[in-house]
């Protein structure tokens, strides 16, 4: 046993079996029922069999989310868990988390690991904020007068003492996650695992979680942190490991393994999500690549809603290749008249003429809201190429230092001799 070992991992993979049911969702007719019926009668058993075998063969395909992992974390280590959406991120988590068993391979966890993967994992919804606070904590392993020792400072952490006592299904999805964050993260695990649920949350709580996830790291413990955010990743991980198509494709420092993740994925100007059903959310992010050709930025959020939203206000940031945001702007502080109806689906746009970038790569995050509340976000949702045309780009200075090209003037005041001969003798002085 490594004392200053805490998760290892040797040819880790897991592997799924999807069923292909097109075929046997097709409607029948009932004269396929009855004929198929009288040829089964003059076939032998040993041919249905066959038949029954290899159809269930065709039906079924295997899947390995992941494969031949092969790692090691050390004690008090902050790793971050990077890759494109089906990489295999939330698959491996569930493993160190033991909700799933590898189909191939071991994974050896040294200490209690305490892990927060969906909102209100291990919640009761008939049950209260407070019993629900108890029994989340016995099921992480926690005794009830550990429990009690924390308690108000779990409850200080969330927010939700006016809910406390009321049933956690009547909690909004912010509420339940940061209940479920505060629960996980005060009850002293040696390994937390945290999962993109952050994203639930309002900036001012992500910003807390960050500084909590910190605040474990220090004490020496250890974290695993997977999230689309690469401003989060490069703030708070020291290591990072970067999963494409189920295998790792690199892991190392957190700035180079970013570095090698942006540039990996290829470009793409549109994506779509699934709506959310009971909540304002955005179903598609996109850039109109003609105005990108012009110098200017032009982005679309799509949203859809089961309910009228009034006001809906759309954000977007624009980040460099290591996660630092260099430009954003929503309606809250850039006005514009021409979203103030309501609507249940919709389209916002954003236009920035002459956006001031240097050529280079770049990703984008999505926000949705109104003026009162957040509904949504999208971090990274995509990225882009910023390459306008030689003789429409307004930019004179493409070797720019940084990702802003703003002109500046300069000015030369000429400093007299006399007074530069006082300068020289103070530093001999000096000297």
Same mark, same amino acid.
């Given at each position: ?8 991992? !040797? ?33 032998? %058993? ?37 890759? /494109?959406?089906?990489? =295999? @991120? ?10 799933? !068993? ?8 040294? =200490? ?9 994992? $291990? ?5 209260? =904020? ?10 992480? =392993? ?7 020792? +924390?308690?108000? !400072? ?29 629960? /996980? ?21 992500? @910003? ?10 220090? $004490? ?28 790792? +494709? ?16 290829? %470009? ?35 949203? !859809? ?53 240097? %050529? ?17 976000? +999208?971090?990274? /949702? ?28 300069? @000015? ?18 000096? $000297?």
């Amino acid at each position: 046993m490594n004392a200053d070992r805490a998760i290892s991992a !040797e040819r880790l993979g897991k592997k799924y079996l999807i069923s292909h049911q097109g075929q046997r969702d097709r409607y029948t007719a009932l004269r396929d029922v009855i004929v198929r019926g009288a040829a089964s009668v003059f076939q032998s %058993p040993a041919n249905l069999f066959r038949k029954r075998l290899n159809g269930s063969q065709l039906d079924r395909e295997e899947f390995w989310a992941l494969q031949d992992l092969e790692f090691e974390i050390r004690r008090g280590e902050v790793v971050g868990i990077i890759g /494109a959406n089906g990489a =295999g @991120k939330s698959t491996l988590l569930k493993i160190l988390s033991r909700i799933t !068993e590898p189909s191939q391979g071991r994974v050896e966890i040294e =200490g209690r690991l305490s892990s927060l993967l969906e909102v209100g994992t $291990g919640f009761h919804p008939e049950l209260t =904020g407070r019993e629900n606070i108890f029994l989340n904590g016995a099921i992480l =392993g926690m005794t009830r007068p550990e429990i009690r020792r +924390k308690f108000e !400072e779990i409850v200080s952490f969330a927010e939700v003492e006016q809910f406390l006592d009321t049933p956690v299904k009547r909690y909004s999805s912010g509420m339940y996650v940061r209940l479920a964050f505060a629960v /996980a993260a005060h009850l002293e695990p040696e390994i937390l695992v945290v999962d993109e649920v952050l994203a639930v949350g309002d900036v001012e709580f992500q @910003k807390r979680c960050l500084g909590k996830m910190s605040e474990v790291a220090k $004490g020496g413990r250890t974290v695993l942190f997977v999230s689309h955010s690469m401003g989060a990743i490069s703030t708070l991980c020291n290591r990072a490991m970067l999963l494409e198509h189920g295998r790792i +494709k690199g892991q190392g420092p957190t700035h180079k393994i970013i570095e090698l993740y942006m540039q990996s994925s290829s %470009p793409a100007l549109q994506i779509s999500f699934h709506p959310h059903p009971n909540r304002p959310s955005i179903s598609g992010v996109s850039v109109d690549e003609e105005a990108l050709r012009r110098g200017d930025f032009l982005a679309r959020i799509k949203f !859809e809603s089961p309910f009228p939203v009034h006001g809906p206000v759309g954000g977007i940031t624009v980040s460099s290749l290591s996660g630092v945001a260099i430009w954003g702007t929503n309606r809250r502080f850039h006005l514009s008249e021409d979203c103030d109806g309501s609507a249940t689906h919709g389209v916002l746009t954003c236009h920035a003429p002459s956006l001031p970038l240097i %050529p280079s790569k770049y990703t984008i995050s999505a926000w949705l809201g109104d003026w009162y509340q957040e509904y949504d976000q +999208k971090l990274n /949702a995509l990225s882009f190429d910023f390459k306008p045309d030689s003789d429409t780009s307004l930019r004179q200075h493409p070797n720019a230092t940084g990702h802003v090209d703003w002109h500046a003037s300069w @000015k030369l005041d000429a400093i007299e001799e006399s007074v530069l001969a006082s300068f020289q003798n103070v530093e001999e002085c000096e $000297g």
